[in-house]
């Protein structure tokens, strides 16, 4: 008996064989179409990205040319009032005359009001605060000063403007040297080319460095150190007659400031009991609510445990159900309650897991604000002894008069800022 002939493969019939040879010629030509459009669109690109550098380059230079131009004519600005500044520093002469007469009556205010912010910089966080009682102490502080100041002599102003003249000197020669240097940055830039091979690329060149600032703030800060220069060499030029005042005068000041710091104090010593107080009411109704939900959060775990044994059991008995033989494996409604039952179970055991979740979730951001609160209590706490202990302190300013003797050394050991500050509250 002979083998029966192999089995033919599946073949095409020349319909399908036509399509397909149609199908590869229009596929052809659509690809052929699509990449004549996208070399078009390619040169088109190339030409006009290339006339878009050249023009970028172009007008980078000129606006570099023109920058170049700014910043040397500020600096050449600067220069000059540099030198007018050297120039009135040295014609200033300096007549001193030493004063025995001072205001002994303001060593224990100026050290009662240092001792009370030092007392109050020993608060911590956010009780460490810029509040009225303050800048009340500041202000007083910086009026003690300032009449102290105003008792001295010519040789005192003298000093003093020298001091002025000498910081926008300062200010004046770091300015002219970051002109300097830009300038040379700007133009070494300029002369750099497509050809220098200096040039690379750089890491994300098109940032912001940080302190970067605006045009107009560049202008206003030269304009602000020439003319703080110039205010100051008007000053130097014209000096003012000597500021004479009264004794009741300057006891009338003290006093008044002495009457608003205490009150700032005693405001603010009973903003921060009212503080301390919402802090502690705050803090134990957070407790009771901590409390109640982690006895929420044990209900649903317990319920969670229930849920997932009644899972256990719908599953148990599905799969038991498997087991029935032939034609008794029948979808019956028990198997469509209890399919529908693992579905339900299902349901609620993820909704019960999420909510536990977001109640352990919740618990855990209340015991860390609880723990928060309870860091801000006891600063709180600091803060209010500090207080009391600069109340307790300013006993002391209870009959504040002046005195005709100041150490000759307090002048120069006042800084150069709080010299001008008093000659502006002088005026």
């Given amino acids: 008996m002979s083998a029966l ?61 023109d920058r ?13 009032c540099a030198q007018r500044v050297d120039e009135e520093m040295e014609a200033l002469t300096l007549s001193k005359e030493q004063t025995e007469q001072a205001l002994a009556a303001t060593a224990v205010p100026l050290e009662v009001g240092s001792e009370c912010l030092t007392l109050r910089d020993g608060r911590r966080g956010y009780e460490l605060a810029t509040d009225p009682v303050d800048e009340q102490l500041k202000k007083e502080v910086e009026l003690i000063e300032r009449v102290q100041q105003v008792q001295q002599q010519h040789i005192d102003k003298a000093f003093e403007q020298l001091c002025v003249l000498q910081e926008a000197r300062h200010q004046l020669t770091a300015d002219l040297q970051n002109k300097i240097d830009a300038l040379d940055i700007d133009m070494s830039c300029l002369s750099l080319t497509i050809k ?76 921060e009991e009212q503080a301390r107080d919402e802090l502690e009411w705050q803090i134990r109704n957070t407790e009771d609510e901590m409390a109640e939900m982690e006895s929420e959060i044990h209900g649903l775990d317990a319920d969670l445990q229930a849920k997932t044994a009644s899972l256990k059991l719908a599953h148990t008995r599905l799969e038991n159900r498997t087991n029935r033989p032939g034609m008794d494996l029948c979808r019956d409604e028990v198997q469509h309650g209890l399919v529908n039952e693992v579905q ?25 604000h609880h723990s928060r609160m309870l860091q801000d209590l006891s600063r709180k706490q600091e803060a209010l002894s500090l ?41």
């Fill in 387 to 427: 207080e009391q202990r600069s109340m307790n302190t300013r006993t002391r300013l209870t009959s504040p008069s002046c005195s005709e003797k100041t150490p000759v050394l307090l002048v120069p050991l006042t800084n150069s800022s709080g010299r001008r500050n008093l000659q502006l509250l002088a005026q």
């Fill in 5 to 65: 002939p192999a089995k033919p493969g599946l073949r095409n019939v020349v319909s399908e064989w036509i399509n397909n040879n149609h199908q590869l010629s229009a596929t052809a030509q659509h690809e052929r179409r699509v990449s004549n459009g996208i070399r078009q669109e390619g040169s088109s690109l190339r030409n006009e990205t290339n006339c878009k550098t050249t023009w970028d380059e172009s007008d980078t230079s000129r606006r570099l040319s």
């Fill in 68 to 80: 170049v131009w700014d910043v040397a004519r500020w600096k050449e600005a600067l220069e000059t």
């Fill in 196 to 271: 220098s091979p200096q040039i690379s690329l750089k890491t994300n060149p098109t940032r912001i460095p940080s302190g970067s600032s605006t045009p107009e703030e560049w202008v206003q800060f030269s304009q602000y150190n020439v003319a703080r220069a110039q205010e100051a060499m008007q000053v130097s030029q014209q000096m003012r007659e000597d500021m004479s005042l009264t004794r009741a005068q300057l006891q009338n000041e003290l006093d008044i400031q002495r009457r608003a710091t205490d009150f700032a104090l005693r405001k603010r010593n009973h903003q």
């Fill in 344 to 368: 339900q179970l299902e349901a609620t055991i993820t909704a019960l897991k999420q909510k536990l979740s977001e109640a352990q979730h919740s618990l855990q951001k209340m015991k860390l």
